[in-house]
């Protein structure tokens, strides 16, 4: 059995560790809130964006075209954006977005990995330590993403997606992210980002719904514009939920641990008080058994 300073020493190391995941708990509590409000307010303007890109493109018909809309031939070579965080402390938040990527890079495209075509962007500190140490083919450009997420370090990351798309560098992109649900849920997605796919907007009992459009300036201008836009705004939203599901996750976790931190006060405690009651009878006993022997005497 422990002795009573080691085990009041515990106690203390126990105690001190509640107090920080605590605050942990606080600070990430009011932090979700914060990217949560972010996520809840770009959502209706990203839907109501894709909306109008649907509708005028069914609208359209056939009658347009888009590099980031045409599909390639042949699935060459992949991209798969990988959405982590740069701190730990979370939970299964990180772990579950780099198995998914690996189960998808070793299963869905083992045969474009073994021959070197599949390429990770691992946007967050701990996606890029992780595909680092298992030698896959990363990209490094894009870190220290989340102490600040912003639409134009989105737009980055997104550009050199849509870029090597366009050039052919690759022909189909995957991102795998964390969808913000509620506090305690983190809903991982794997969605194709390109090429990216056009639904047309129907109506409640199945048919097309239709507008008549004028365009000014032209159809193909609008279009060049709004579909980049629509792409980065994707983006940009998927990575706001991360961001809001990463508080969510470490809130959760750091909820735990504290409740985990106080039960084993708890065993430390009645250990300590039942160590310290066995160590005070044992006096008494040692001082009756000396006080008869006296009297024995």
Avoid: C, W
């Avoid at 990351?157 to 964390?178: H, L, Q, T």
Wanted: proline share 2%; charged share 30%; net charge negative.
């Amino acid at each position: 059995m422990a002795s009573l300073k080691e085990v009041k020493e515990r106690i203390t190391s126990v105690n001190s560790t509640q107090q920080i995941t605590k605050a942990m708990k606080m600070v990430s509590a009011a932090k979700m809130r914060r990217a949560q409000d972010r996520v809840i307010g770009m959502r209706p303007y990203a839907n109501k964006l894709e909306a109008i890109l649907d509708n005028v493109t069914a609208a359209l018909g056939n009658d347009f075209s888009s590099p980031f809309v045409e599909a390639h031939d042949e699935v060459k070579s992949v991209l798969v954006i990988a959405v982590t965080s740069d701190r730990g402390l979370a939970g299964a938040f990180n772990s579950n977005i780099t198995k998914e990527a690996t189960r998808l890079i070793k299963e869905e495209y083992s045969s474009l990995d073994k021959a070197g075509r599949v390429e990770v962007l691992a946007i967050g500190s701990k996606g890029q330590d992780y595909f680092k140490r298992r030698d896959f083919e990363l990209n490094s450009d894009f870190v220290d993403f989340f102490h600040n997420v912003t639409f134009e370090e989105a737009r980055k990351s997104a550009e050199y997606a849509m870029d090597g798309y366009i050039s052919g560098k690759f022909d189909k992109v995957i991102m795998v992210y964390n969808e913000f649900k509620n506090v305690a849920t983190q809903i991982v997605r794997s969605k194709q980002f390109l090429p990216f796919s056009l639904d047309v907007v129907t109506e409640s009992d199945g048919s097309n719904q239709e507008a008549d459009y004028i365009f000014e300036p032209d159809k193909e201008e609008i279009l060049s514009e709004l579909i980049p836009k629509t792409l980065k705004i994707n983006f940009y939203t998927h990575l706001l939920d991360s961001n809001a599901a990463e508080h969510g996750a470490r809130m959760t976790a750091m909820d735990k641990a504290t409740e985990n931190a106080g039960e084993l006060l708890n065993a430390l405690k009645l250990d300590y008080n039942r160590s310290r009651q066995a160590a005070i009878t044992n006096e008494i006993l040692e001082i009756v058994g000396g006080a008869e022997a006296l009297a024995g005497k």
